[in-house]
């Protein structure tokens, strides 16, 4: 077995039929164990009730089933959100959330332990880059939530901890196996990039069905440039370039993330900008109040916000607000970072 896999789930196919075919498990067997995974969620190899108990032994002693541990759930007291602190095999802790909003029921997932991106207003720039995920455990971190879900998982979203464009190979692969095994639309699974241009122009070429999301932020590159010191690789200029290039091969409509910080971005002529900014491509606009992590930043009070999003009625593309669900427990947008419980 590769060193780097210590789990069931993060098996392919072929090295999955070789294990089975080591422990003295007849080929039939893959399908069943699959369906235990992916359509019965469950927790470990002795609840797989039709598989010979002998079998499950064997299949336990060779590898655990899951590569993440639940080692913590909180949850918010003022919506149902809740927040699962997983442990890797490698001993390094990932954080997602699960989240209920009329008849969606959506989860957050991380694509990498910490992050290399070092956005100013984002908790999980302050662990620094760790570790990229694999496919495994982002697909686990789904499989795990669902068992945990009393309602099934509608939607998922890559915008726990991690740049997902920086962990791409990984990234993709645990995409489209939650598209195939687990059977969640492309349109319902959202990868959120803080703009690697490159992986934005290979997403459109590959024509990978995920809906793209790019946190924008900022409508100057200067102003970018200090809240995302990234836009000094990849510069605003060259991201527009990458999302019209994108929309013109897929004719996808991207999501432009706009977390609203104090005295930042958050004024009516900055909103007027973005609109012009933004007028060119057919896209949507979701605005993120930016939620509190201690530092520089803050959030707009109530009248500044509806201001903004009064000024945004004259675009012509589509606004949302997310009004980010367990910040009480950090469990909001950029809030992530694994703290002392
Ligand atoms: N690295 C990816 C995904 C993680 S961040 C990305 O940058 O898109 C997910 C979203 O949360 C992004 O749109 C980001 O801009 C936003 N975000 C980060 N910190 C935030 C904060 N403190 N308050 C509100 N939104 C935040």
């Known amino acids: 077995m590769p060193e780097t896999k210590k789990s069931f789930i993060e098996l392919d196919p072929n090295e999955a039929k070789t294990l089975l075919a080591e422990v003295g498990g007849e080929p039939f067997r893959l399908a069943q164990i699959h369906n235990w995974i992916y359509k019965n969620h469950v927790a470990d190899w002795d609840e797989m009730e039709n598989i010979p108990k002998h ?42 959330v699960l989240m209920h909003d009329k008849d969606r029921t959506t989860v957050c997932i991380s694509s990498q332990v910490g992050c290399a991106v070092d956005c100013k207003f984002c908790a999980t720039a302050s662990m620094g880059f760790i570790k990229n995920l694999s496919a495994g455990e982002i697909v686990d971190q789904v499989l795990q939530l669902e068992r ?3 309602k099934k998982i509608t939607n998922v979203v890559f915008m ?13 692969e645990g995409a489209t196996r939650l598209n195939t095994a687990l059977g969640f639309g492309a349109r319902r699974i959202t990868i959120s990039t803080a703009g690697i241009v490159p992986k934005i122009r290979q997403m459109a070429d590959e024509n990978r069905q995920f809906k793209l999301a790019i946190s ?22 060259s991201l527009m370039e990458s999302a019209f290039y994108y929309y013109q091969k897929t004719k996808r409509f991207i999501t432009f993330e706009f977390v609203l910080l104090k005295g930042i971005n958050d004024s009516p002529s900055d909103g007027l900008k973005l609109i ?66």
């Open 55 to 96: 079998l499950s032994q064997n299949l336990s002693e060779a590898l655990p089933l899951h590569p993440l541990e639940i080692i913590h759930i909180k949850g918010s007291k003022t919506e149902p959100t809740r927040k699962f602190l997983f442990k890797t095999q490698s001993g390094h802790n990932i954080e997602s």
């Open 148 to 150: 945990e879900s009393q």
């Open 160 to 172: 726990g901890m991690g740049e997902p464009f920086l962990n791409y190979n990984r990234v993709m």
């Open 216 to 237: 924008f932020n900022a409508i100057d590159e200067d102003r970018r440039k200090k809240i995302m010191p990234l836009t000094q690789i990849h510069s605003l200029k």
């Open 276 to 341: 012009q900014y933004l007028s060119g491509l057919p896209c949507k606009v979701n605005v993120i109040p930016y939620n509190e992590i201690g530092g520089e930043f803050s959030r707009p009070d109530e009248q500044t916000i509806r201001e903004f999003l009064n000024t945004l009625k004259q675009a012509p593309f589509t606004v949302t607000v997310r009004w980010s669900k367990g910040t009480d427990i950090d469990a909001g947008c950029g809030q992530l970072a694994v703290k002392a419980i």
